[in-house]
């Protein structure tokens, strides 16, 4: 990896973010993927331009995009492009600012370089391999608290009531954002303690995020607490978890302590 690729996701995630906010708060056509999966035209043209600033910078490394159709020759590829033009459309087409830009470079299932951007918030985070994390140049760090008693959390109240858990949850300051990964860079900058999700996650959801808080010192998983490997076949991940240290052993507790399943009973975020 090399300065030069994070400079190239920092100017990409700055340009996309910029064409982003043309759009924003206009409106703009809007189709469903299916599965309640809405895209509008700012989330093509974003991707539109991603592909032509990274691609031509880096023609041999591979692209797997949200918004564009998966090529399986990505497989071949010994570098990544790990793309999401804009997570958290239903946030953008609401006028809600909490959506971002999310760009990693994935080398053998990790990503080893990551940017994630807001530009409602001007809020620029970046992690390269081995070198910190930092917002606006600043370098962040993952909370510390070991308690989940009053800890500030990133997912929908109503799923820490539902009754498959074999423990109940103690009181906690819970907030929803649409975005997975401004959720997981949340986290990573500490003003935030945890965020978890139990329904599936893209490779796009998650990459640069992953990479930015585990840099930061937090700790990335899947709910059986294993660690996400990218750019496979599928590309469809079980949920996460993304909390500091103590924090993310107490959420792995009380899944591994619950009785059943409860993916399909969290609320939609």
């Keep these: 990896m090399s300065t030069n690729d994070l400079e190239l996701l920092q100017s990409a995630a700055k340009q996309a973010g910029a064409l982003s906010m043309q759009w924003f708060g206009r ?36 692209w797997l995009s949200e918004e564009t159709i998966d090529d399986q020759s990505r497989l071949n590829s010994k570098r990544v492009f790990v793309v999401d033009p804009i997570d958290g459309t239903r946030a953008f087409m609401q006028g809600k600012p ?23 918030f001007d809020e620029m985070y970046l992690a390269a391999k081995g070198q910190g994390a930092k917002l606006n140049d600043k370098p962040i760090q993952a909370s510390s608290r070991a308690a989940l008693e009053d800890c500030s959390m990133l997912a929908p109240e109503g799923l820490f009531r539902h009754k498959g858990w074999a423990e109940t949850w103690p009181q906690m300051q819970c ?95």
């Design 175 to 269: 907030a929803t954002r649409n975005s997975m990964a401004y959720r997981m860079v949340l986290v990573a900058g500490g003003g935030w303690d945890a965020t978890l999700t139990l329904k599936p996650k893209s490779d796009w959801d998650l990459a640069a995020a992953d990479l930015i808080a585990g840099e930061a010192g937090a700790v990335v998983s899947d709910p059986m607490g294993q660690k996400f490997l990218y750019n496979l076949d599928t590309t469809t991940n079980s949920g996460v978890i993304c909390a500091g240290k103590p924090i993310h052993a107490l959420i792995r507790r009380r899944i591994e302590q619950s009785q059943k399943e409860t993916d399909h009973h969290e609320p939609k975020e």
């Design 27 to 62: 409106p703009a056509k809007v189709w469903d993927k299916g599965d309640n999966h809405p895209v509008t035209e700012a989330d093509l043209a974003v991707d539109e331009l991603l592909h032509k600033i990274l691609r031509e910078a880096r023609p041999e490394y591979g």
């Design 98 to 120: 909490h959506f971002c830009t999310s760009i990693a470079i994935v080398e053998d299932g990790r990503p080893i370089v990551g940017a994630v951007f807001n530009p409602a």
